[in-house]
């Protein structure tokens, strides 16, 4: 059964994180494949101390993770990315008992890329963004993966909000056993205790295309509304559960007709999708997805005080088994054999309908447009992506097959430059290899 990890007890890795790359190999588990075992030119994982302006980032101090106060600026973040649950407590999601295979190829592929009229490689990229890890697959092939800053592939990256995916993908699957009854019941028939309140009253559908309503103030200025949240979420310095999601109780619009982006949405799906499976949401990734899929490692979710997860953000992993996400998705939730998540589920969650043109990609948002709790690419191309603050997103490709990773510390939370440069290097991977 899986255990929460409990505040400052660090877990077994954690002695040895900052120590040398190779007592941290050691430490996390069986590798799907072994470089050492990789034939002569294999795209097997290449590792590098340093990164973009490492100094800053704490090179000199072994990239420190700091504390509950420190462990969101500078020089803390490289640390911090790569143990948030060391620092916070979360759950344990246990990885599969038989990891599923990831082949690599037989060399890793040219990248180029273009960006700001500059003709650029993958090294490039990687020596001009603070990457902590990049991973590039097709079908089960891996064919890049690159680490930077010290980290390994045995470290657990955060997702930050690539974890909305997730919490939808689960939604989905509890919809098809019959513990939802419909995406569009009221968010008050799984939560009781938010009966009469604006997220209450709001449809499950609207909730997971940010479209409840309700206001809800998130710039990461450090004093708006998603600070409060973290608040009474995975930092437990107010009351979690439900009351993480009373504050927010004025309606500014009549829900389904204005996307606004707003992570206390995505806490109340999660405090829904708790009261219809009737367990930790945890333990229903563990059993639902983490487990079929073949992860190779242990995972984490960030919790409150309450015990209920932070399904806004704070999924820990290793690179990849992110991997393992972006290519079950790539596959619309089909893996060895399986059904994993409902295909229609899925095509749902990646598309804009007709009749909801404020999703659309460039009316959402000035590029990107919004599914269920999914970032939807311009195109006619069906192409998606999960992101989350500082530079964290899996991209996918269906048609291709085609997923990357990308781990990262960018000095902004949101609107850095550097992810305009990621977005191009992905348009040149489907070009290149999208077929």
């Known amino acids: 059964m899986a255990v929460p990890v409990r505040p400052g007890l660090r877990l077994p890795c954690s002695l040895l994180a900052r120590a040398a790359a190779l007592a941290l190999i050691a430490c996390a588990g069986p590798a799907t494949t072994s470089p050492d075992a990789l034939p002569a030119g294999a795209a097997a994982p290449r590792f590098a101390p340093g990164g973009f302006d490492a100094e800053a980032y704490g090179a000199a101090d072994g990239y420190p993770p700091g504390?509950?106060?420190?462990?969101?600026?500078?020089?803390?973040?490289?640390?911090?990315?790569?143990?948030?649950?060391?620092?916070?407590?979360?759950?344990?999601?246990?990885?599969?008992?038989?990891?599923s295979a990831l082949a690599r190829a037989a060399t890793a592929p040219s990248i180029a890329y273009t960006f700001q009229g500059a003709s650029l490689t993958l090294d490039d990229y990687l020596a001009r963004n603070p990457t902590t890890g990049l991973l590039i697959a097709r079908g089960d092939t891996i064919l890049v993966e690159r680490y930077q800053y010290g980290r390994t592939d045995r470290q657990r990256f955060t997702s930050w909000s690539m974890a909305k995916t997730i919490t939808s993908m689960l939604i989905g699957i509890a919809i098809a056993e019959g513990r939802i009854r419909s995406v569009d019941d009221a968010a008050e028939a799984y939560v009781p205790a938010l009966a009469g309140t604006e997220y209450g009253r709001t449809s499950l559908r609207h909730l997971l295309q940010m479209s409840s309503g309700v206001k809800f103030v998130e710039q990461y200025s450090g004093d708006d509304d998603v600070t409060e949240l973290a608040r009474h979420t995975f930092l437990r310095l107010r009351p979690g559960g439900v009351e993480a999601v009373r504050p927010f109780n004025e309606r500014e619009a009549p829900g389904g007709?204005?996307?606004?982006?707003?992570?206390?949405?995505?806490?109340?799906?999660?405090?829904?999708?708790?009261?219809?499976?009737?367990?930790?949401?945890?333990?229903?990734?563990?059993?639902?997805?983490?487990?079929?899929?073949?992860?190779?490692?242990?995972?984490?979710?960030?919790?409150?005080?309450?015990?209920?997860?932070?399904?806004?953000?704070?999924?820990?992993?290793?690179?990849?088994?992110?991997?393992?996400?972006?290519?079950?998705?790539?596959?619309?939730?089909?893996?060895?054999?399986?059904?994993?998540?409902?295909?229609?589920?899925?095509?749902?969650?990646?598309?804009?309908?007709?009749?909801?043109?404020?999703?659309?990609?460039?009316?959402?948002?000035?590029?990107f447009g919004y599914g269920y709790q999914a970032w939807i690419l311009p195109g006619e191309r069906r192409m998606f992506a999960l992101l989350g603050v500082r530079g964290q997103s899996i991209y996918v490709d269906p048609t291709a097959r085609l997923v990357m990773v990308h781990t990262a510390v960018r000095r902004q939370p949101a609107g850095d430059p550097g992810n305009r440069e990621a977005g191009a290097l992905w348009q040149a991977l489907v070009r290149t290899l999208g077929g």
């Open 67 to 99: 504390n509950r106060s420190t462990f969101f600026r500078l020089p803390y973040l490289v640390g911090s990315h790569s143990h948030l649950d060391e620092i916070f407590e979360g759950r344990v999601v246990r990885r599969a008992p038989r990891p």
């Open 257 to 367: 007709t204005r996307f606004s982006y707003a992570s206390s949405e995505t806490q109340v799906l999660g405090l829904a999708l708790r009261g219809a499976v009737g367990r930790p949401v945890g333990h229903y990734l563990e059993e639902k997805i983490w487990q079929p899929m073949g992860a190779e490692a242990d995972a984490t979710w960030l919790v409150d005080d309450t015990g209920q997860e932070s399904t806004y953000c704070c999924i820990n992993a290793v690179l990849r088994d992110w991997a393992r996400v972006g290519l079950l998705l790539a596959r619309d939730g089909r893996a060895h054999g399986r059904q994993i998540i409902p295909a229609d589920w899925l095509q749902a969650a990646t598309t804009v309908r007709a009749d909801q043109p404020h999703l659309r990609p460039g009316t959402a948002t000035g590029f």
